[in-house]
């Protein structure tokens, strides 16, 4: 199982940007679509973007143009550059390998002024 941990979230004032990286272990990571997830209070967790493994990239429709995730496999890490930051990006976002049990626990985004 691929363990997850990510970073990066704090808060940020609107139109800001911040960029959260998730740092995968384990065995052929580099072989692994990851994806990106976030939940906001009183929401269910939705999901906002995903890479394959060989780099194609799927975003939620709100959010194309703003955020951009990407890999380095070289360091088993994923990011999500998150730009243009609103209050309503506010959530706990978590890294997930689709189609397995693996999530990390979450890093917290707040966007307010």
């Known amino acids: 199982q691929v363990q997850l941990v990510e970073s990066g979230g704090g808060l940020v004032q609107p139109g800001g940007s911040l960029r959260l990286s998730c740092a995968a272990s384990?065995?052929?990571?580099?072989?692994?679509?990851m994806a990106w997830y976030r939940q906001a209070p009183g929401r269910q967790r939705e999901f906002v973007a995903s890479?394959?493994?060989?780099?194609?990239?799927y975003y939620t429709d709100p959010l194309k143009g703003r955020f951009t995730i990407s890999r380095d496999n070289a360091k088993n890490t994923v990011y999500l550059q998150m730009n243009s930051l609103k209050p309503e990006d506010t959530a706990v976002y978590y890294c997930h390998v689709p189609g397995s049990r693996s999530w990390g626990q979450g890093t917290q985004v707040t966007v307010s002024s």
């Open positions: 890479i394959t493994s060989g780099g194609t990239t």
């Open positions: 384990g065995s052929f990571v580099s072989a692994y679509a």
